[in-house]
């Protein structure tokens, strides 16, 4: 039984999944509120799913690139529960998932790219064969310095059409497609440490230079 959930996006999402199919899958309604919204969100689709977290076996993770905030609420929690319940916790890069997604659902057929909103004007992106492999990246860029004529998955496509005119497939991921790919090998599955790709907005102050 595998606790799915995603906090990359401006939204949170998590799913069950019970090793064959996903018995909940959820999307917060606010956005940039992942600290409030995540621990309600599990607990609802637990019951949804009609599963106590002591039935867990597995816990799946995204782990960005995303927003340095958002990543930790979700990464922390996630480590938190997996420490707790003894079980393993799974990272899967947040574009991988959506870059499965879309080749599961026939969204694309050939190469293609997922970007998705990095703030200040840039796109978080990389790029996949037919196969949903990634083959470059993740970067984060400005729109026009990675403008494709390629299909295009994710919010990045939608934001920036100017430099994206193909989009195509889900926009943000889903943590029903996170538990999917974790439980049928469709990403790789990678440490559950945050991708941020920048530094993060808030830092500890550096002391002083000293006066000679």
């Excluded at 919204?37 to 039935?55: H, K, N, S, W, Y």
């Excluded at 026939?106 to 790029?127: I, M, N, P, S, W």
């Excluded at 994710?154 to 889900?170: K, N, R, S």
């Amino acid at each position: 039984m595998l606790l799915a959930l995603d906090t990359s996006s401006p939204t949170v999402a998590v799913a069950v999944h019970d090793g064959t199919t996903v018995l909940a899958d959820l999307r917060s309604e606010q956005a940039m509120r992942h600290g409030e919204q995540l621990a309600p969100l599990i607990e609802r689709a637990l019951g949804d799913a009609g599963v106590d977290r002591r039935d867990l076996t597995g816990i799946a993770v995204g782990v960005g690139p995303g927003p340095f905030t958002g990543l930790r609420v979700g990464l922390v929690t996630a480590r938190t529960l997996g420490l707790v319940l003894g079980i393993p916790v799974h990272g899967v890069c947040s574009l991988d998932v959506l870059a499965a997604e879309a080749v599961a659902t026939g969204a694309v057929t050939d190469e293609f790219a997922v970007a998705t909103d990095a703030r200040r004007k840039e796109v978080y992106v990389a790029t996949y064969d037919a196969g949903g492999r990634r083959t470059s990246g993740p970067d984060v860029e400005r729109p026009a310095a990675v403008a494709a004529p390629i299909p295009v998955v994710g919010e990045g496509a939608v934001l920036y059409p100017d430099a994206f005119p193909t989009p195509v497939g889900p926009v943000r991921p889903s943590a029903g497609w996170l538990a999917t790919a974790v439980a049928d090998g469709l990403a790789e599955v990678v440490a559950p440490e945050p991708m941020y790709l920048r530094r993060p907005d808030a830092e500890i102050p550096r002391a002083p230079k000293s006066v000679t």
